[in-house]
């Protein structure tokens, strides 16, 4: 059944995070922090992985040499003018303060609200932005199976359960964003077959992968790159190298 990546997917991060939260009472501020940041270590090395794909051949022989840094640039500077004309960052920041608020109880206010937010916003982008999630969705909704969105099921399983034992609750509420996002991938797949070159895909992955480098900063507290406002940029990036693929 096509969408079943996506329900899986959803499963393992409550899962996840409903263990975390059982384990986050027992665990010192010290271990939760140290937590986080190993996160985010890990999240800058899978986002420079994903790097690796600038030098892919399909993408490579679309643009030329030295054409797929530009891309992913021009990708990320018009994704980002956008995103912020359009306050993505701040709406999905909304979006997490109004789930903790209708799902927080008690905890409404103050330091309890920032961190279901931050566990939010934190947790989408991880789970949202890479090339599992891109091609795990595009492959299932192209009927080729789930194999990939099941290996990403038991990542991010694993991952909200060490989010969620330092962030809470709002962890669990990123399950709503990857089911948007993912089944909105899914469906794109369903509807366009086996249309889409492997160079669009490539240039998505590399494009992700500076993303995903954003939020591991976000992670280790270094900057709190707006990786929000340069969603945009994931879809700017195959725009751009189909154009060029066109001329070429």
């Given at each position: ?35 986080t ?19 892919d ?24 003018i ?8 701040d709406r ?99 509807l366009?077959?086996?249309l ?53």
């Open positions: 059944m096509r969408g079943a990546g996506t329900l899986l997917n959803m499963a393992a991060i409550l899962v996840g995070s409903g263990i975390g939260v059982a384990l986050r009472g027992r665990l010192p501020e010290r271990t939760r922090s140290t937590v940041d190993a996160l985010g270590l890990v999240t800058l090395v899978i986002g420079g992985l994903n790097l690796a794909a600038l030098a051949v399909d993408f490579v022989a679309a643009v030329g040499n030295g054409g797929t840094l530009l891309v992913v640039l021009g990708a990320l500077l018009v994704g980002g956008t995103g912020s004309l359009l306050r993505l960052e999905l920041e909304s979006t997490g303060a109004w789930l903790q608020q209708r799902l927080g109880g008690k905890g409404s206010g103050g330091e309890a609200r920032a961190r279901f937010v931050e566990g939010y916003v934190s947790a989408s982008l991880v789970f949202v932005i890479g090339p599992l999630a891109v091609l795990g969705s595009l492959s299932d909704g192209l009927g080729r199976g789930i194999d990939e969105l099941a290996l990403k099921s038991v990542l991010d399983g694993f991952a909200s359960l060490a989010f969620a034992a330092s962030l809470g609750w709002g962890v669990a509420a990123s399950a709503l964003s990857v089911g948007v996002v993912q089944g909105a991938l899914t469906l794109l797949g369903a366009l077959g086996d889409l070159p492997p160079a669009l895909v490539a240039s998505i992955t590399a494009t992700g992968g500076v993303l995903l480098l954003g939020v591991g900063l976000r992670l280790l507290a270094v900057k709190l790159v707006p990786v929000g406002d340069l969603l945009p940029a994931l879809v700017v990036a195959p725009v751009l190298t189909g154009a060029l693929l066109a001329v070429w």
